[in-house]
Structure formats: structure tokens, C-alpha cells
């Protein structure tokens, strides 16, 4: 595509021609007077050239950036007229245990949460039948999760919960028995942890309890037994 744009010199009329003149790829000067001489501006005009090398942005609020070829701009990262910046695109989820995982543990069993139902998934990274999440991108991702258990009696007296990741554990460790409500009560543990992901790498949690028979309940709850976390950098 060409534009032609008429120059009309600043300084009074002359004589004579201009022979055309190149200003790299997407500009060029032809003419045959001084008085009146031809811009002609092809697009997209070359970075090298100062243009953008695109003939159009997609999206009006996004945040513009060089792909390597071209300036260009995507529909995930947007800066508001406010100055709100948002970024849909950015990894992050959140999901919860809508059903309960009875008689899971308490004899040292090694039980994954079940976090079943997801609350949002911007880039589609978690798995709720397998209940792991994959990371589409390497970077430091922070995640935190709620455990919610019942069932625990006196002997209950360990219990581990691990965010297991591809590169390493990360574990936790409380006696149960006292540290639940009333001495009677559920348990409600949260964790979190910040942890480095190579693209691909996934992460789930895990609870054992030790020292009984299988007599301690993994409870659902969308407010008590949760799992999240997000792409921080």
C-alpha cells in the first residue's frame, strides 16, 4: 500500500528538479519542481527506518512490544486510560474439593488432594482429574493451598503436607491431634511457598497422617480445602 503526500517547501519557490531521492525501504522523494515535490510513503515502514513495520495494532489498550520482526501488541496485557494495568493472559488458578475424601489417611497413607472444581484457569494449567497443575511457562510461581481434615484422634500425633513439584518437595509438618479445634474439631492447615518451574514441571499436594487406621477424612469445602497459584515472575 502508497500514499502519496505533497511537500510544499517552507522556503519560497524555486526552479529546477529534484532528482528522486531515497530515504530507505517505505519512503521515497520524486518530483520534477521544488515548489511541489512527492512524498511517497509505503507501509509498513521498516523498524530500521523508524516505522513499526505493522500496518495496524489489534488492540486498543494493549501494551506494545517487538516481536523480533514487527511492533505488535496482544490481547492479554492491557494498560487502561487510568493507568490500571491487567493481563489476562498471566498464568494463575485457583480450585477447590468439592467432594470428600473419606477414610484417606492415618495409617501413614500418602493421600493427593483431590481439588476437583476450578474457580478459574487463565491459561488452562490445571488438571482437575488429576488434580496437578503443569506450568506453560519457566519462571517462579507462587502457590498456596488449605487442607481441611477430620477424623484425627490422640495417636494422630504427625502429620506431613507436601507441594510436590517436579524439581523438589516442599513439606510441612504439625501434630494434628493438638492443634485442631477444641482438641475435637476439624483441622484446617494452610500452606504456601514460592518455587522455581521450568515449562512443563507440575505441582500437586499431598497429606499423610500417621500412627492409626485409615480413620481420617480429607473434607471438601470451597472456603476450607483449596489449591492456587500464580506466575509471579
Known amino acids: ?39 511517497n510513503l509505503t507501509v509498513p515502514v521498516v523498524i530500521a527506518n523508524g516505522g513499526t513495520n505493522a500496518t495496524t495494532f489489534t488492540q486498543s489498550n494493549g501494551i506494545v512490544t ?11 496485557p492491557q494498560l487502561s486510560s487510568a493507568g490500571i494495568y491487567t493481563n489476562t493472559s498471566q498464568p494463575a488458578f485457583r480450585a477447590y474439593q468439592s467432594t470428600a475424601q473419606l477414610a484417606a489417611t492415618g495409617d501413614g497413607t500418602i493421600v493427593k488432594v ?7 484457569d487463565r491459561s488452562t494449567s490445571f488438571n482437575t482429574v488429576t488434580n496437578t497443575f503443569t506450568a506453560p511457562v519457566t519462571g517462579i510461581y507462587a502457590f498456596g493451598f488449605n487442607v481441611y481434615l477430620n477424623g484425627i ?23 494434628p491431634f493438638t492443634m485442631q479445634a477444641s482438641g475435637t474439631g476439624p483441622l484446617i492447615q494452610y500452606f504456601s511457598v514460592l518455587a522455581n ?37
Do not use: E, H, W
Open 1 to 39: 500500500m502508497s500514499q502519496a503526500i505533497n511537500l510544499i517547501p517552507t522556503s519560497g519557490p524555486g526552479s529546477g528538479t529534484v532528482t528522486s531521492v531515497s530515504g530507505g525501504t517505505g519512503i521515497t522523494i520524486t518530483g520534477t519542481s521544488t515548489v511541489n515535490p512527492t512524498v
Open 66 to 76: 517487538y516481536n523480533g520482526t514487527r511492533l505488535v501488541n496482544y490481547a492479554g
Open 114 to 120: 483431590a481439588y476437583d472444581t476450578k474457580v478459574f
Open 153 to 175: 484422634v490422640a495417636v494422630n500425633n504427625s502429620l506431613t503436607m507436601t507441594l510436590v513439584t517436579t524439581a523438589q518437595p516442599y513439606y510441612t509438618f504439625c501434630n
Open 197 to 233: 518451574m521450568a515449562a512443563g514441571d507440575t505441582a500437586y499436594v499431598t497429606v499423610q497422617v500417621y500412627n492409626t487406621t485409615k480413620g481420617v477424612n480429607i473434607q471438601n469445602g470451597a472456603s476450607y480445602s483449596f489449591f492456587y497459584g500464580y506466575l509471579v515472575c
